[in-house]
């Protein structure tokens, strides 16, 4: 794989010098595959790991790591019971947070779920999520992101490959991969049902997309990825030399994921609807600047930018997640 010599980012303010980017991506740039320069677990080692130490080891290697049974079975009955609720409410909605399947119209994505449902914004704080990735990142937290996806039986779509971090950086304007996905199963993600595909080690690599950023691109890449996509050739690389794992696992489990690691997901074919809540956790260092294109920023309950504020972790008791 090719690497560059990265400098480090520039302090920016409103639009930036594309030239000092390290992470410059699109905007008529060839594809290439880069190093990554900066950590991917950015702990303070004198503070007590909230997790064993091969574990830590295994996330800064592969850049994910699937926990079992984090949730107990009476939490994700709780859980489900909101994520269904939301459901409902959210269904024939024509509010800009709600993101149908195309073909089908089914409910595909909810986002901005810790402001919208109680519930959710309290395990979205929960010290077993919030406080993990305040550790690896070794700074207070805030939520980017957050949805609940929705990927229903027989119509479920497929999410093609990319780093998370690719259109977090140039459409956002997040400075460095200094942040990370948490994603909580609520029903069983199986090997057959859809469950997100991860290339181990591909996070160590930042891969550079090929084309422009359209207007409001937003609109079209939460149904349909097709700008920010790696070529085919260095798609192949990273999955030749780390492999392919698919990340299911019963509900309750938990899978954490770094933002530049590689993934995507298949249709669900299956009977077998998959659900989870997603929640994006970024160092408050690393706050969303301007985008690194030349398009305006995303909406709010996309990407916070109005509204950062740390999270707090919290030890949350089952009436904590009891909807109301």
């Not at 990554?36 to 950015?42: A, C, E, I």
């Not at 030749?240 to 990340?247: F, N």
């Not at 920023?297 to 089952?318: F, G, S």
Request: charged share 20%; hydrophobic share 35%; proline share 8%.
């Amino acid at each position: 794989m090719a690497n560059a010599t990265l400098k480090s980012p520039p302090d920016i303010q409103g639009r930036h010098d594309h030239r000092s980017d390290p992470y410059a991506s699109r905007g008529g740039r060839q594809g290439a595959i880069i190093a990554r320069k900066h950590p991917v677990v950015w702990a303070d080692h004198t503070t007590p790991p909230p997790l064993d130490a091969a574990l830590i080891a295994q996330y800064e290697r592969e850049g994910y790591l699937l926990l079992h049974d984090v949730f107990s079975a009476g939490e994700v009955q709780l859980l489900q019971q909101e994520l269904d609720r939301l459901r409902e409410q959210a269904e024939g909605s024509t509010r800009s947070s709600v993101v149908t399947e195309p073909g089908s119209g089914q409910v595909r994505s909810i986002f901005r779920i810790h402001e919208s449902s109680p519930v959710f914004a309290n395990l979205a704080a929960d010290r077993r999520l919030a406080g993990l990735a305040a550790w690896l990142l070794g700074d207070a937290v805030y939520l980017h992101q957050t949805r609940l996806n929705y990927k229903g039986g027989f119509h479920g779509k497929s999410f093609y490959w990319h780093s998370d971090f690719e259109t977090w950086h140039v459409e956002d304007g997040m400075p460095l991969p200094r942040a990370l996905s948490i994603s909580i199963s609520l029903t069983d993600n199986t090997p057959h049902n859809g469950p997100l595909l991860v290339m181990p080690g591909s996070h160590k690599h930042y891969v550079v997309c090929e084309g422009q950023t359209p207007a409001d691109n937003y609109k079209r890449s939460l149904q349909v990825q097709e700008t920010g996509v790696p070529a085919d050739e260095h798609l192949r690389q990273l999955a030749e030399a780390g492999g392919l794992v698919d990340t299911a696992g019963p509900a309750g489990s938990v899978l954490i994921f770094d933002s530049n690691l590689m993934h995507g997901s298949g249709s669900n074919i299956t009977h077998l609807p998959r659900s989870n809540a997603f929640f994006v956790y970024n160092a408050m260092s690393n706050a969303v600047q301007a985008p690194f294109c030349d398009q305006p920023p995303r909406p709010e309950h996309i990407a916070t930018r109005k509204h950062i504020a740390p999270l707090t972790p919290r030890d949350n008791t089952p009436a904590d997640l009891r909807p109301g």
